[in-house]
């Protein structure tokens, strides 16, 4: 009924070529020489049997010819030439069964080669038929089937024809499965029993059938001998019946290999689909190789398969040469634009991709273009997941960990056993907020930055990590420390790279960094450490120190101020912040010419809490210009009641640098002023030595609004250290004062005595009012008025009192003078008070 007929020998290798030729001159020359056998055994026919010969090549010719191209896995031909083949074995003598079969086929073949076949297929596949008629002829005959052209053409039992036909059939089936598959194998570098393999139940229903059919054409000569011309009709009839059910069997078959390799397509990984796509084109096309290119990315990539995996996968530009492209589908973008092309080798003699193939092609082709932009996709989606989450563990500004990193780290780190010490420094940079006011908050970002920079690649020769917790506070992790005490060591060496300037919008900003170590241990979560840290931090800043390790005995002071931060607003609301006033007196009369406010706050459970305890919550909260307001009137009432009482004294208030640093801040203090209807030169504002002041001269502008209208300024703490002379320049001042430490220690250090001469002799060249702080005896006031300063206050004069007292002592006054709080240094004399007395 049927056979597997060998695909055309073009677009194979070298080598593969070389065999199929050989595998060809064999087949030839067998065949060659079986029909030269059977043409020297004829006989001349009578006229009479020359019809029963010219139908046997008819039959065969017919059967021949019924045949179509039908691709299962692999190029098949099925064909209806069996069926004729095995009826001629049991109908006519052997060597006329060989003359007319080889006639017939090569009859058909050349028709075959004039409608565009390849004349090397046609010599290979009828000589392969003529091999084949040539077993089954000579099995029928040693079956016992010795037929004549004289008479009858059946003369045997028909118990002969039944045990000859089946045997003919397998000789027949012999050589078709020995050789096809042969040529088959060669054709494709697939191996033969592969081959053999594939679709081998079809081949074999297929050879069933064509015995059937032979049979049945044996009972019609049986009947009547002239039947004979209708078997070409039935062999065309079942030719169709077999080549409908097979397209449907392979376009099943194909189907499912679609839609199973659509199925591996659906993956997230590019690199995956594209070598995924590769192979199942293989596959799904029976090609020898299949290639992806995709051409918008750069290099443009190429990723190549054949049955045994990947070949190549990188830039097309490298890629080794390919067999024999002769299909090819382009891969469309969403926009229509072509983002690559699908490429295949199809084996030799499938006349390249046609019909419903062409339809799978673009299906496939559909199918991988999706999964190229899915996977596309899905690697945007998580590379920005990772974008994210990098986002989420590392500050913006900075690029260094935040605190949910540092805090993961911290847990992690409990995690891990370790033989080192682990410590957390908690760095807050000082006065940074001074910065952002003056400069804007591009130059404080500017200074972050830069900071940061620093603490890194210091960090990093110490083996610690480097995280920003926000605004100005940076976090230090250093791990494996070889004991807890190396810790503070280990972060103040860290430190060290803040020491030099920054330069920022023109000018030299000096650092400076305040530091809380806490050690970790068993029992003390990421976040405790951190809140030690913390809490340490702060306790350097009131201080005044850069580092200060956690100690479990100072941490309640901390809880309190936790406490007291949250009661600032109630304190500030109902005036639990009481002024006090200390009296500045005149060194040489005694007499008072000033007070210096002196601030308390009386917390109703905790009783009075000084300035330390309070006043860092208070200049880092949002209530510092409600507070100064509160204090700046109560200290102007005071100087009101003292004034109305005939006094002309002059009243000093510490301002916060933070204070300097609000533009409404002069307008607040005139306001009161005329509020209380007082000269604003009996107002004398007091301005620490700060880094502010020092070296950002962000002050001066509110200052000199301030001078201008006559209020008076005096430089606080000054010989500290913390500022240079430059400020007495930069910044005009009325007064400076004298740290009370040089006053201690002037009558046994030389260079305090020597630093109390020297602010002297500057106040006296800049004429500047000098006066001292911290005087407690007698002998300091007399020595300081040797030197020629003119002014003091301190315990030796009178504590901070009330209004209402310092009002009452100076009607007291000593020795009979009003206003006077010391007696005068050069009795005998005539004092001429000009000014500090009351009117008779």
Known sequence: MASLHSRELVGVSEGETGRLRLLTGLVLFLAAGCVAWAAAQLAAPSPAEWLYLVIAVGLVAVGTACSAPVRIRTQLRLSAASAAMLTLTVLLPPEWTIVCAATGVLFARLVARHRGASLHKALHNGGKDILAVTAATYAAWAAGVHSSLDGDLLTQHWTTYVVALPLAAAAFAAVEHTVTPATVALATGRSWAQVWRTDLDVRVLVDFAGLLLAGAAVGLVAFDPRLLIAIPLAQLVLYLLYMHRLHLRAERATWEQLAAATDALNGVDLDGVLRTAARGAVAVFGARQAQVELWDVEPCRLVRADVDGVLYDGPSSKAPQPAELTASRFLGGRDGSAIGVLRLALPPLTGGIQGREESTLRAFGASLTTAILNARAYADLHEQSERHASDARHDSLTGLDNRRALLDRLGD??????????????????????????????????????????????????????????????????????????????????????????????????????????????GVSAGELLRRADVAMYQAKRAGVSIVDYQHGRDTADHRQLSLGGELARAVAEGEFAVRFQPIVDLGSGEVVAAETRTRWQHPRHGVLLPKQWLPIVERSDLLGAFTARVLRQALLGLREWQSAGFDLSVALNVSPHSLLDPTFPTMVLDELRAHRLDPASLVLELAETTSVGQLQAVERVLASLRAAGVRLALDDFGTGQSSLSIVSEIPVHELKIDHTFVAAMRTSAQAAAAVRSTVELGRSLGLTVVAEGVET???????????????????????????ELLEALRDGVDGVRGSLAPSLHPGATVIALRNRPPA
């Open 413 to 522: 780190a409990q995690e891990q056993s370790g033989s080192g010490t682990r410590a957390l420094a908690l760095v807050d940079l000082n006065r940074f907020k001074e910065v952002n006011d003056t400069l804007g908050h591009a130059f404080g970002d500017q200074l972050l930055v830069e900071v940061a920079g620093r603490l890194d690649a210091a960090a990093g020769e110490h083996g610690a990590r480097v995280a920003r917790l926000g605004g100005d506070e940076f976090a230090i992790l250093l791990d494996n420390l070889p004991a807890p005490a190396t810790a503070i060591h280990r972060a103040r060496r860290i430190l060290d790279c803040l020491r030099e300037p920054v330069g920022l919008a023109g000018m030299q900003v000096t650092v400076q960094a305040s530091a809380g170590i806490a050690l970790a241990g068993p």
């Open 778 to 804: 007698a002998d300091q006031r007399q020595a300081l008025w040797e030197l020629g300063c003119t002014a003091g206050q301190g315990h030796l004069f009178g504590r901070a009192m009330k209004a209402g």
